[in-house]
C-alpha cells in the first residue's frame, strides 16, 4: 500500500527545533543522567530588565545541564530563543561562563568533560549592553581555555540562529553542528540593509539569506562540521559522535594562514554568488591540498 | 511592568514542584510550588499593564476547579486568558505526576 | 557622545610607536609596530580606515575580513616568535566604528574572521603574553570584541570621545522598540546600557580611566603620561592569572555585577551536588 513515500522514519521523527531550551539540552543527554543546575526555582533573574518594564524570565533565558553523553560527563548550555530572542544578559552569559570555567576544572582534575553550547541568539541583551558585550568576551576567553582539554561543541538547529557577538563564540568551537534551517552569520540581513541599503542586502529575499547564512551553505563552505536534519535522534547521535571525538588538532579559528590566502584570491569588484564557496572552500579545496 | 498578587483557599496538599513556559512573545511562564497553610498564592508580572480583572477573572475561574496549596508565579509577556489558562494547567498536570 | 571621526587611532599609534604604517604586504587598515616601551618591545596593532580597501563595507574605519585575519596573522607572529623566550606584550589601540556590514562580509564568513582575531589576542595572553588595550575612541559590539576585547588590562580615555557600547544610540532604540529619549532615560539609570564612558567604568571591566587634554593633539607630555600608564598595564598583568577573573573580581565588579558573582557561587555549589 503506498503511503505517499514518506519512511517510518520521517513519521516517526521528533522535531529538534519545535523544543524549548530546557527540552534539547534535556534530549541530548543519556537517558536519566542529567540534572539542571540553577534553574528557575533558583531564580536569578535579570536585575536589569524589570527596571525597563520588561519581564524577567526566572533562568533569564539560560538553561545549564549536567550529565553524562555516551557515557562521558558532559555540560550542556542552551539558550532559549523565545526569551529577548536568545540574547546575551548579564545572568545568562554568566551561567554559559561559569559552566564551562567548571567543566574545565574537572578535566584539570582528570575527568575529561565535554561541553555542548546551543546558540540561539541573536547575540547582545540590548537591555544590558555593556554586561551583555562584556559577558561574550569572558564567555569567548572561557572556550578558549576549555577547547585545549574537551571539545566545545555548538549546537544551531533555529529559528533564531546565531548571530552578532554570539557568532564569534561559534567561531571558537571545536565544532559546529547546524541544521538546514539553522543560520550562523554575524550581521543579519535587515541590519545590513539598514546600514547599507536594499542593494547590499535585501532582507526581504529569504532564499538569498538562507544562501549565505543557512545551515546547508556553511556546511558546504566547511564552516560546520556536520548538517543534521530536524530530528532529535539525529540531533543527538551526531552530538555523541563530536563529544566522542576529542578535539580537533587545529581549531578552525586558529587556521589564519588558510583564511588569508582565501581572501587574498577574491575578486572583491562585485558581488558573489555564494555558490561558488562550496567548490572554492569546501573539502574540494582540501583534495587541492590547500589546507 | 506590572505586579499583582492574588490569594485564594486551598484544601489540599501538593508534592511536586512545576515548571512551564517561557517568556516569550504572547506567552508566560508558571513556576508552581507547594505551600503551607490552606491558602494558594500567586503573584503576577507582566509587561502588558492594565489588565488586572482580567487576570482575576482568569485565575478566578481556575482556583474555581483547583484547590491545592500552592505558591504559583507568574511571568507573563502578553498571553491571551487561553493561554494563560493553558500553562496553569500544564503546570498542574506536572505537578500531580 | 561624538560621532566616530577616525582619527585618533593613527594620531595615538604615531605618537606611542613612532611609526603609521602596515606591514608589508598588510592592508592599509591595519598598523602593526614592534616598538620600545619602558623596558619592554611591546608589538602595537590599530585598525583604522582604510578609503581605497579592497572590500567596499570596510572603508571608513570598520573591521572586516580582511582587519581580522591581518590581526590574527600578526598577533600569531608574536607567539610564535617568543615561544622561547621573553613574552613580549601586546598593545592594541583601539578606536573603531563597528564591524563591517556587508554581503561579502556575511558570505565570506566575518564571523570567523573575527573570531581568528579573537583567538590570536586570547591565546597570546593565555601563553603568557601581557595583552592590553587603549580605548581612545569608540570601540563597539563585534569590533570590540575581535580586537582589544581579550586584553589582560583594558585602559580608556575619560573624554566625551570615548564610547564603548553594543550598538549607536538609533539603532539601538529602533532594535528595542523605544524613542532614542527612553533609551538616553534608561541609560542613566542603568548603567550597563549608559553611553558615558564613566558610567562603564563603574562596570568593573576597566583598569583605569586616563585623563586627556587633549586626545586628537596629545603633548609630548602627555604621550609619556600615557606611556607610563601602558607600563603600569603591563606590570600589573605579568602580576595576575592569565585569564580574564580579575574583571569579576574587581571592586566595582563587586558593587555592579553582584548577579554574576551568585550565578557563580550558585553554580560552584550545585556542580557537585548529587
Redesign the interface.
Known sequence: MSSKGYSADFINRQSFIEL?ARDRAKALFDEGTSRELV???DRVESPWL?MQ??????DD?CVVMKGKIAGQAAVVVAL?G??QGGSMGEVSGEKMTAALDLACADNEKGIPTSAVILLETGGVRLQEANLGLAAIAELMASILVLRKHAPVICLTAGTVGCFGGMSLAAGLASYIVMTREARLGMKGPEVIEQENGVEEFDSSDRALIWAIHGGDQRYAMGLADALVDDDTAQVADTIRHFTSKGIPAVHRSSQVELYRGRLATLDTSQQWDPKEFRALWGTNGLREGKR | ?EQIELTYPASRNVNK?A?VG????G?L?V?L?PAEGEVARVFI???VDGFRDTWKAVLDRFFSKYDGAVRI?I???GATPGVVHLRLEQAVEVSER | MSEYAGIRGAVWFRALTGQRSPMPGDPKSVLTADAPLGSDHPRFLCVVADSHARFPCARHGEVGLEEGYTLAARVREVVEHDKNTIKRPIVAVVDVKSQAYGRREETAAIFLAAAAAADAYGSARLAGHPVITLVVGHALSGAFLTHGYQANRILAFDDDGVMIHAMHKEAAARVTRRSVDELEKFAKEIAPMSYDIRDYAKLGLLYKLLHVENPEKPSPQEIRTVQGELVAAIADARTGPVDLRNRLESTAAREMRKASILVRTKLEAQWLEK
Open positions: 524549548d534553574g528557575p526555582f524589570p518594564g520588561v519581564t524577567p524570565q526566572a533565558g532559549e523565545a526569551f | 511592568m514542584k515548571h517561557v517568556v516569550g512573545s506567552d511562564e513556576l510550588e508580572r507582566t509587561s508565579e511571568n507573563d509577556a
